[in-house]
């Protein structure tokens, strides 16, 4: 099952050299550790706090298992000949070149709490990563969000074109349940039923869908608090919590282990957006790598401007610290998903 | 499992009272039929060739079972309150109240070969008109087809706007495979997931999408004949082919039996498209409740510009025939996709 990144890095290894982890090994309250994988990021941090130090080995995790997820999507994806070639390589630039990959670093890393082998958990990965690609190339068209611009480069309408750009985000929504159903993803069929059943409510119009349509009707209207978090909880909260909830349902972890996992997810979505308004508000577009104050701009309502900058950062610190304590319950093996709960705030980008 | 359509008619019985059809519990080549069921469609026909009053019947048979589908797509959709409101109203106008519902009425009448209770197939068929609507709406965007009519109404970005109707058309893929995920499809998740598979197979890159992009590439240049046909196997053909394999996934028959239903479905959505072209270079905006003589104008490629009208005419008799000679193992049970077979390319809108 052992793979190799596109870096040559092998998949079972994501921590720099020069961090001496703990053993991922010891359970709490009978959680299944699984560990058939990479040592967990545990070094440099208490107990459901972690320390400045995991969060920086945490952003260097992320960029290696980024570069696993990249090329998982790579393999997936490949570029095909005829009169479709285009759509094909409009999906593989609106995939691949970029991204945090927050949502397959989730996936993953929730799956590694399971013992899931890594070449099932990047499919899950891959699945999630092409259904957030496919939301961002539709919310940038013209008659969305308008945007020229995703993570630095041009957006899928403007380097094809808008129709390619609406086909592109389509196929990538339908390879993503593809993708689950394939039996490389999970030899039963119950897990694999199970994360198109999840994806699909998370995606649908209860959940994603259901966000963005809410946050178009809301341009230009001043909305309250509690409709900004409802906004927010369906368009990015529903998919970050499924990330996480997806690794539990991969790893057929039993029904209160997978809520406590997905009270996490959910947490971690919120304190996300939060700090994502933050940024979008003091942020510059080359930090941004898209561009900056465009809610503001487009008058809707944020987080910023119903808390304040200061009031924000603290919501998102409160939801941060949530989030981790959903996971108390876990031993060292889930300090990388504690530390991810700090980098989401802490990031700058 | 029996239950009411709209109009008040138990769905097990779907032909009209003056029809007195022939047991549909004798198998042929050893094929269960099933016929838990109404009687099949075989009263006034000779086997593998239907005489015109089977024709007759199957349009009666069609109207009521679009009413049943019509009536589960209703009760799968319900209007939601809410910020999000607009989007499923979206959804709706979409998807109910119109189309022949051909996708449906093939996934259920192959689903009853094999005994499957109307309540699951119903499912099956709801699932394949979302995904076939969320295509349409997709097809008429300005930067797609830019097309203002559809059935005889408003297309969806006229009647609410562009960004609903793409949102509209995203959540209509998603609540499609929702469907199917449902244990209320069938209660073991086998069927379920191949019903995934095959459905994003169909509907993806290498099928339906993958068809729209390489319409969207031929356009203003000719195409050869080898070309249209792979274009139209793939926008509209594996969707028509994937609602007749999905009755027999439903209702788990053998591979070679399954095989025998996708080739059949093959030929019936290739007889469909010729049909089809031949009925945009002939029939009224009223007669097809669309924009007639658009393909033409867009400089499309039609299998009535390379063959001619009878040419193109004579392309779909044979398509019909060749679908009706894949079901020479099944009996009478199979009667009613025979008569669809010749209903594809007599219809008139």
Redesign the interface.
């Known amino acids: 099952m052992t793979e190799t990144t596109a870096a040559g890095i092998p998949s079972g290894s994501v921590l720099p050299a020069t961090i001496d982890p703990l053993s991922a090994n010891e359970t709490a309250s009978g959680i299944p550790s699984g560990s058939a994988h990479a040592p967990h990021l545990s070094a440099t941090q208490t107990h459901g706090r972690p320390a400045h130090g995991a969060v920086d080995a945490l952003r260097t995790a992320l960029g290696l298992r980024a570069a696993e997820v990249e090329a998982a999507l790579d393999r997936m994806m490949p570029p095909?000949p005829?009169?479709?070639a285009?759509?094909?390589e409009a999906?593989r630039y609106a995939t691949l070149g970029g991204g945090k990959r927050l949502r397959g670093f989730l996936a993953t890393e929730v799956a590694d709490l399971f013992g899931v082998p890594r070449a099932r958990s990047l499919r899950v990965a891959a699945s999630v990563e092409m259904l957030h690609a496919?939301s961002l190339v539709?919310d940038d068209?013209p008659?969305?969000d308008d945007d020229d611009l995703r993570r630095g480069q041009p957006s899928a309408h403007i380097r094809f074109?808008?129709?390619?750009a609406?086909?592109a985000?389509?196929?990538l929504?339908?390879?993503a349940?593809?993708t689950?159903?394939?039996p490389s993803t999970h030899p039963d069929?119950?897990p694999?039923?199970a994360l198109?059943?999840a994806?699909?409510?998370a995606?649908?119009?209860?959940g994603m869908?259901?966000?963005?349509?809410?946050d178009?009707?809301?341009e230009g209207r001043a909305l309250s608090l509690p409709?900004v978090e409802?906004?927010h909880a369906?368009k990015t909260g529903r998919l970050i919590r499924y990330s996480a909830e997806a690794g539990a349902i991969l790893g057929q972890a039993p029904p209160p282990v997978r809520d406590r996992i997905a009270a996490y997810g959910r947490d971690l979505g919120a304190a996300f957006q939060v700090a994502d308004d933050v940024l979008d508000a003091t942020g510059t577009a080359e930090q941004l790598g898209k561009t900056a104050g465009k809610d503001a701009e487009a008058g809707k309502s944020t987080f910023v401007a119903l808390l304040g900058i200061e009031g924000a950062r603290a919501e998102a610190d409160r939801l941060a610290r949530a989030a981790s304590a959903a996971l108390d319950d876990f031993g060292p093996e889930a300090d990388g998903l504690r530390a991810l709960a700090r980098y989401v705030v802490e990031r700058q980008n």
Chains 1, 2 share one sequence.
């Open positions: 095909v005829g009169a479709e285009r759509l094909v999906m496919y539709h068209l008659a969305m074109d808008e129709a390619t609406i086909l985000g389509d196929a929504q339908t390879l349940f593809a689950l159903a394939d069929p119950q694999r039923i198109v059943a994806l699909a409510d995606a649908g119009a209860s869908v259901g966000g963005q349509m809410i178009m009707e809301g409709e409802r906004l369906l």
